[in-house]
């Protein structure tokens, strides 16, 4: 199930194929910095990202400052981490490496 | 000159002219926290605004969550509060009352 609570090890598992995602908030979420080359790039990343996010109903919190985003992920009615929030990341890795 | 510094008689006058925003950082700063029915209607606005941003130079520090949309806006260049700050304040407060 998507909206399961994953345990320590299938967490350490899914952060182990992602790069440059670290563990947050007592290990319940996970976040990432992206950089872009400027504001068009950051913020075309945020709506491929959008519209993933209502696609699986997951949605992050994140916040922007120009070229920067940076992301968080969690699965709140899990109260931790779930294999939404590591799908949500790798889409969000394979959409940065593009814009 | 729309980037320079707005002296705080200038601040308050603007200010008065919104509503919802208020001083931040020292008064460097305006914030606004926008709420909207779902992730579609907040996202939808920052889109907007993006394009906005993007066309006039000058960009907000943003943070969403689902629904929320909380907005800071400063010059930095200047260290303070600007005309541009208040342009993109008025364009925001006008997005949101359509989405």
Redo the contacts between chains.
Sequence with gaps: MSREKLSSQEIAEALGALAGWEMADESTAIEKTFRFSG??QA?GF??EC?LF??KIDH????????RTVVVKLSTHSAKGLTKLDFDLAAFMDKAASHH
């Design positions: 504001f068009p913020f945020m709506a959008a996010a209502e949605h992050p919190e994140w916040s922007n400052v120009y």
